[in-house]
C-alpha cells in the first residue's frame, strides 16, 4: 500500500482492537466449557461465523480464483478448526493466564514458518531469539502446573500444537491476502470449511446444548462473532492501514489482554510469575521480529 494512503494512528487502534478480541479468546473459551464441548465450540463457533461470511461475499459480488482453493482450505483447517479445537482442549486442563502466555511465542511462531514457507534467510540473531522464546514458554510451563507442581500438563501440549497451527494458517493466509484483502480471506475459509464444521457440529451435538448456562451461551456467541469474525477484520484491516511491519508489534500486547482478562472475568490470581514471563515472552518475540526485519 503506498504510504500516502495510510493512516498509521487508525491502524494502530484497529490493530489494538483486534488484539483485544483475541485475548478474550481463552477466557471465553473457559466460560463456555461448561456448557459445551471443546470440540463442539471449535466446529460450531467456525460454521456460525461461515453464515456471516457468505452474507458479506454475496453482498460484495466477491468470487474466489480456482487457483486459491487449495491455499484457503488449508488456512481454514488451521485457523478455524485447529487453533480452536487444539485451544478449547487446553483450558481443560490449564489456566487461561497460563494459556496466554504460551501462546505468547506465536507472532514468533508465525515468523518462523514464514521463513520456512517463503525461502527467506534471516540472520543468526533471529533464530537465537526464537530458541530463547522457546526456551522461556518451556521453563513457564514446567516450573508450575495446576495442582502447584512443576511438570507439563497435557494443556500445554494441546497449546503448543494451537500455536503452530494458528502459525501455520497466519502464514497461508498472508499470502493470499497478496492477491484479495485480508477479509475476504477468512470468509472463503469460513465458507471453504463450512461443509467439515456443519457436519462435525451435527455430530457433536448433545440434547443439553439447547439449555446451557447464559454466561457460556453468551461466550460461544463471543467465539463466532467476535474472535472467528470480527478480529480478523480489524486486525487485517489494522495491518492494511498501518504496514505489516509496524501494525504486527502490537499483537506482543495480546499475552498481557489474556492475563487481565483472566483476572477479570474468571477472577484467576495473577502471580509475579506469570506477568514476568509474559513480559519476558513478549520482549524475544519484539527482538525477534526485529532481528528478522534487520
Avoid at 5 to 20: D, E, K, S
Avoid at 146 to 157: A, H, R, V, Y
Amino acid at each position: 500500500m503506498p504510504s500516502n494512503t495510510r493512516n498509521i494512528p487508525l491502524g494502530y487502534a484497529l490493530g489494538l482492537f483486534g488484539v483485544v478480541i483475541f485475548g478474550g479468546t481463552l477466557p471465553a473459551t473457559v466460560l463456555a466449557l461448561p456448557s459445551f464441548g471443546p470440540l463442539f465450540i471449535a466446529s460450531s463457533r467456525a460454521a456460525a461465523a461461515a453464515l456471516i461470511a457468505v452474507l458479506v461475499l454475496v453482498v460484495r459480488r466477491r468470487r474466489l480464483d480456482r487457483r486459491d482453493l487449495g491455499s484457503v482450505f488449508v488456512a481454514g483447517l488451521m485457523v478455524t478448526f485447529g487453533f480452536p479445537a487444539l485451544s478449547s482442549l487446553a483450558m481443560q486442563t490449564v489456566d487461561a493466564s497460563h494459556g496466554g502466555v504460551v501462546l505468547g511465542i506465536l507472532p514468533l511462531a508465525t515468523a518462523a514458518f514464514a521463513v520456512l514457507l517463503t525461502g527467506e534467510r534471516p540472520g543468526t540473531a533471529f533464530w537465537l531469539w526464537s530458541i530463547a522464546g522457546a526456551v522461556l514458554v518451556t521453563w513457564f510451563v514446567l516450573g508450575q502446573n495446576n495442582d502447584g507442581e512443576p511438570g507439563f500438563e497435557s494443556g500445554d501440549f494441546w497449546l503448543v500444537a494451537a500455536a503452530l497451527s494458528a502459525a501455520f494458517g497466519y502464514v497461508v493466509m498472508g499470502r493470499l491476502s497478496d492477491r484479495m484483502p485480508g477479509w475476504e480471506v477468512i470468509c472463503w475459509a469460513l465458507v471453504l470449511t463450512a461443509p467439515l464444521n456443519f457436519a462435525l457440529t451435527a455430530w457433536l451435538w448433545e440434547d443439553r446444548y439447547l439449555d446451557p448456562q447464559p454466561v457460556a451461551a453468551l461466550a460461544l456467541g463471543y467465539h463466532a462473532l467476535f474472535s472467528m469474525f470480527l478480529g480478523f477484520f480489524f486486525w487485517n484491516a489494522g495491518l492494511a492501514l498501518g504496514g505489516i511491519a509496524r501494525i504486527g508489534q502490537v499483537q506482543l500486547l495480546q499475552v498481557f489482554v489474556t492475563v487481565a482478562l483472566s483476572a477479570a472475568l474468571l477472577d484467576e490470581t495473577i502471580t509475579a510469575r506469570t506477568v514476568l514471563f509474559a513480559a519476558a515472552v513478549a520482549a524475544t518475540v519484539w527482538l525477534g521480529r526485529k532481528a528478522r526485519a534487520a
